[in-house]
């Protein structure tokens, strides 16, 4: 295990629906990362926290709304979402947003918008 | 702008023999370049870095890369692969000390197959 835990491992919804996922990292680092997996695309930086602030938001429309009440867990709350949107979605954290630092991540969140 | 590019979308090598799976970068400065691997149902999961130093840089699982500025390469290389090793592998580049925060810009991925 990578020490970065993600709940649910599988979520169906509907475009209407809000719903959450959650990471949390047992690793008493610093930095989180929200990251999206498509298919044969390359992996896409959503959100980085560090120590709880938001440092980048890449892009990404509102629908997807993150949260980081403290160093150890990070929220991907999602609304109206849209059948584009699903993917994998991947958490991961390292001990700070330093370049050269590695990155461990969570299994992801199969998500799959109906 | 800075990208990374993984030019095929599959490997395939017999058990035993040796692998290599090419990554080329695009990106102003000093890069870091990483390897990842992700198993199936699993997150990626950090194989080597280069930052700097030795170009030949050694990582987990027997795996090992070497850096090439001038070819501005990062290929992940194994002498003897395993059928274990069949899995998804990204490269990824971040730049050096004008980087910033942690921004890693991904490859698309080369899925390899070690066959029996």
């Known amino acids: 295990e990578t020490g970065v835990t993600q709940t649910p491992r599988h979520l169906v919804m509907g475009m209407t629906n809000k719903k959450s996922l959650k990471c949390e990292q047992h690793l008493g680092h610093n930095a989180m990362y929200w990251y999206k997996q498509s298919a044969k695309k390359p992996l896409e930086l959503m959100f980085v926290?560090?120590?709880?602030?938001?440092?980048e938001n890449n892009s990404v429309p509102s629908r997807f709304s993150p949260e980081c009440p403290n160093s150890s867990h990070l929220f991907l709350h999602l609304h109206t979402l849209q059948p584009e949107d699903s993917a994998l979605y991947l958490c991961a954290s390292s001990h700070g947003v330093q370049s050269n630092e590695k990155l461990f991540f969570g299994s992801g969140t199969q998500l799959s918008v109906l | 702008a800075q990208s990374v590019a993984q030019p095929e979308d599959q490997v395939n090598v017999a058990e035993g023999n040796p692998l290599t799976v090419k990554c080329t970068y695009s990106v102003s400065g000093n890069p870091y370049l990483f390897w990842y691997v992700q198993y199936p149902n699993r997150g990626l999961q950090f194989l080597l870095k280069?930052?700097?130093?030795?170009?030949l840089v050694k990582g987990s699982y027997g795996f090992e890369a070497e850096f090439n500025k001038s070819q501005t390469s990062f290929h992940l290389k194994k002498p003897s692969a395993l059928v274990s090793d069949s899995a998804l592998y990204f490269c990824a580049v971040t730049l050096g000390v004008d980087g910033g925060y942690n921004k890693l810009i991904f490859g698309a991925g080369t899925r390899l197959a070690v066959h029996p």
């Open positions: 280069y930052i700097t130093g030795d170009n």
């Open positions: 926290y560090s120590l709880e602030e938001r440092v």
